[in-house]
T-cell receptor, first 111, second 114 residues
């Protein structure tokens, strides 16, 4: 089965710097990948997704990179703000539409 | 607000109690999900309902009993739970048949079993 996991459990970033959150997966059968953000006391919130036939996708202040060769994807947040403090999850979606989540990375933005 | 609401937000119950969690989605979606989120673990999919029919049960113990009376409402009935069932229970909904399966999550119910 698919396994999606994150390299670092906690990432401390200074306000204004760029953040990079990494995610590795073991099964290449995913049709696409999604990044979710979960703030304290809230449910996960969709940030951005990327299809498996793409290498890069950009959103507002966020960029997701997909490297299928090494089965790795990353989420880059530009000019990190205090409101970006949250847990970030990657999820792989298989052809049945089933999501498999990683454990999450806690991003802490320091002033 | 994501359009998915859950009540109660917090619940403390004893192992002999019976309680229910409620989820309601206002997005017109036709699929709803229950997830369990424990500390430092990936979200665990528990149940999936498509058009009110249960399509997936991920080997969840029978002390958790889902109910989906219509495509907008989803319940999770709890009875004789164990302390290890303490977790955040998340409900989500999505529109099946689209090109991608973006799930919208509710805020969750924080459950503590004593």
């Amino acid at each position: 089965g698919e396994s999606v996991g994150l390299h670092l459990p906690t990432l401390s970033v200074q306000e204004g710097d760029n953040s990079i959150i990494n995610c590795a997966y073991s099964n290449s059968a995913s049709d696409y990948f999604i990044w979710y953000k979960q703030e304290s006391g809230k449910g996960p919130q969709f940030i951005i997704d990327i299809r498996s036939n793409m290498d890069k996708r950009q959103g507002q202040r966020v960029t997701v990179l997909l490297n299928k060769t090494v089965k790795h994807l990353s989420l880059q947040i530009a000019a990190t703000q205090p409101g970006d403090s949250a847990v970030y999850f990657c999820a792989g979606v298989d052809s049945w539409g089933k999501l498999q989540f990683g454990a999450g990375t806690q991003v802490v933005v320091t002033p | 607000e994501t359009g998915v609401t859950q009540t109660p937000r917090h619940l403390v119950m004893g192992m002999t109690n019976k309680k229910s969690l409620k989820c309601e989605q206002h997005l017109g979606h036709n699929a709803m999900y229950w997830y369990k989120q424990s500390a430092k673990k990936p979200l665990e999919l528990m149940f999936v309902y498509n058009f009110k029919e249960q399509t997936e049960n991920n080997s969840v113990p029978s002390r958790f009993s889902p109910e989906c009376p219509n495509s907008s409402h989803l319940f999770l009935h709890l009875h004789t739970l164990q302390p290890e069932d303490s977790a955040l229970y998340l409900c989500a909904s999505s529109q099946e048949g689209r090109n991608h399966n973006e799930q919208f999550f509710g805020p969750g119910t924080r459950l503590t079993v004593l």
